[in-house]
């Protein structure tokens, strides 16, 4: 039985990485152009979101999306979320409509094709490299000034299975301030559940994002780092907190289900 369970795990994420590839080689002499200048980046996006889609729908995820306030068209926010799956970038592009470009590992340029146009369209940092994390705010500002917004995970990586949330790190925080744009916190629910980096384990089922209000920083200086950080941390471990209630509940309900 436990042999059953692994190969339809495996198949599982076999399924993952061809649904990944498919779009990008059907689509990949657009997508080469739409890279080939920084000002097409939006045209970009927008095949990204797709992208998104054609894998959550074909994982058989059931995405809800729960929204406190809407981003408006032509603003930059500073995007920020938990993060705990593989699917994450996937949901953060479903979740956000409005352009914009993530901060992340430069390890993921390393996977084939993903990386080809995710080391070319992303900031990619190296974090034992004082010089890496500097120039990243050097390019943020850079798009943030072409109308672009940024995403990070401020976890700085994916935290161990045992971790609901783990501490963040201050550079987004930072960085929303020195720029005066909102911080956008935003709690996925079961991203940990659907797809963790955590090989044999994964199913299809609902997916649940929430947008919580904006956190201003209008006004704020780097000295109000720490608070804006721990107040982020603070609402989305809350809400982690309310989606597990919710499931407990659901469960009890409705023996049997998920």
Request: charged share 20%; hydrophobic share 45%.
């Amino acid at each position: 039985m436990k042999i059953f369970k692994y190969i339809i795990y495996t198949l599982y994420r076999i399924w993952f990485y061809i649904l990944v590839a498919i779009p990008i080689i059907v689509l990949f002499p657009i997508l080469v152009i739409s890279i080939l200048k920084e000002s097409w980046y939006s045209f970009f996006f927008r095949i990204a979101r797709f992208w998104s889609w054609f894998i959550l729908i074909g994982m058989g995820f059931r995405v809800k999306i729960e929204r406190e306030e809407i981003p408006k068209k032509n603003e930059s926010y500073m995007f920020v979320a938990n993060h705990t799956s593989m699917a994450d970038i996937m949901l953060m592009l479903v979740t956000v409509k409005n352009p914009f470009v993530f901060v992340g590992k430069a390890e993921l340029a390393k996977i084939p094709l993903f990386g080809f146009f995710y080391k070319r369209t992303s900031i990619l940092v190296d974090r034992n490299d004082a010089r890496s994390r500097q120039a990243v705010f050097l390019r943020a500002q850079r798009r943030l000034k072409q109308g672009m917004s940024i995403c990070i995970f401020p976890e700085g990586g994916v935290p161990d299975e045992s971790i609901m949330l783990d501490e963040f790190k201050d550079g987004a925080f930072r960085m929303a301030i020195n720029h005066q744009i909102p911080i956008v916190p935003i709690t996925f629910g079961d991203n940990k559940k659907r797809f963790s980096y955590t090989f044999f384990s994964g199913s299809p089922g609902k997916m649940r994002a929430k947008v919580h209000r904006f956190i201003p920083t209008k006004g704020l200086n780097t000295k109000d780092t720490k608070t804006i950080n721990a107040q982020t941390h603070q609402l989305i471990l809350n809400q982690l907190n309310v989606f597990n209630s919710k499931t407990i509940l659901n469960k009890k309900a409705t023996p049997g289900t998920e």
